[in-house]
């Protein structure tokens, strides 16, 4: 499975220097904003193969030769050996992995990094819109991400999870009992969209830190215009999927998820309120493993872009 998130981030102070380089060149767009990453167009080709690892290199000199090494099994096996995974994480992540659809949730070393940011951004007031990854209604994900986030937050913290399927949340309810989290988390039962109106309407506007979105593709845009009124100066919107499996790249794919996936990352490259990085890492196929066996694809190409929002 391969994914990508974008990450949005609103600074207070917008006058932020930094050094061009031959293939990154931010552009000062006005002083409400900062866009600090540029897409990059080039072709690729696999120079050799070591160890079952493909090394990928811009052809183009601008960008230096630069290799990409791409993730197979084995080296996302290592990788998933050093994520620190809570037991109450595995356990959770291990009765659903029967599920069907249990392998569109986040892998254990995307969660931790979301932990990471929840941490060093010092939240103490988060927004998850699809805490339980719906897909044609046939199947779901349980909240692994809204637990790993919950388990951080400092007492008196509150995350609030959007969600519309009344099903899914006894088994996570049961779960955030047993962390001990429960206090911390807000289940929003119905559609986001309407959830995140009622919360700004409720005077919460520029009170919450973090979101997080993994939610509806068509939605993006409407999730995100709704979370800048929610999410503080200086807080930050991950984005999941914003590569959505590599299509968004392809031109023969056009179905409508990938067209509003790609109209959305475009709008947000143009958009000066928020500054914008898209994490991008390559990914493979993966049968089922014994240590994770919700996974069927390897969790290689990471591409997210971490918007941080930007002050008037």
Not at 234 to 250: F, M, T
């Amino acid at each position: 499975m391969s994914t990508s998130w974008v990450i949005t981030h609103q600074w207070g102070n917008p006058l932020i220097s930094f050094r061009p380089s031959s293939h990154f060149l931010p552009v000062l767009q006005s002083a409400r904003g900062l866009t600090v990453i540029q897409p990059i167009c080039c072709k690729t080709k696999v120079l050799n193969s070591v160890s079952n690892i493909d090394t990928v290199v811009a052809t183009d000199d601008n960008y230096g030769h630069k290799e990409v090494i791409s993730v197979n099994p084995r080296l996302y096996d290592y990788l998933l050996a050093n994520v620190r995974e809570p037991e109450i994480l595995r356990e959770l992540r291990e009765e659903t992995a029967t599920m069907r659809g249990s392998q569109m949730q986040v892998s254990p070393d995307q969660a931790q990094l979301l932990a990471m940011l929840v941490q060093i951004l010092g939240a103490e007031r988060c927004i998850e819109v699809g805490v339980y990854t719906y897909f044609k209604r046939l199947c779901f994900s349980p909240g692994y991400s809204s637990l790993a986030v919950a388990l951080v937050l400092p007492e008196g913290g509150q995350l609030v999870a959007c969600e519309r399927d009344a099903k899914s949340l006894e088994v996570a309810q049961r779960y955030y009992d047993r962390a001990g989290v429960s206090n911390k988390v807000n289940v929003k039962h119905g559609l986001a969209a309407d959830t995140l109106k009622s919360m700004i309407q409720n005077g919460e506007g520029n009170s919450y830190d973090f979101a997080f979105v993994d939610a509806e593709k068509k939605m993006y845009q409407d999730y995100f215009e709704l979370l800048l009124q929610l999410v503080r100066v200086g807080g930050i919107i991950v984005i999941d999927n914003v590569l959505w499996h590599g299509r968004v790249a392809d031109p023969l794919v056009n179905d409508s998820k990938t067209l509003s996936i790609r109209s959305f990352n475009r709008k947000l490259m143009e958009d000066n309120r928020v500054s914008i990085s898209m994490i991008v890492v390559d990914g493979c196929c993966k049968d089922a493993s014994a240590e994770f066996p919700s996974y069927k694809m390897c969790q290689g190409i990471i591409g997210e872009v971490f918007v941080e929002t930007c002050g008037n």
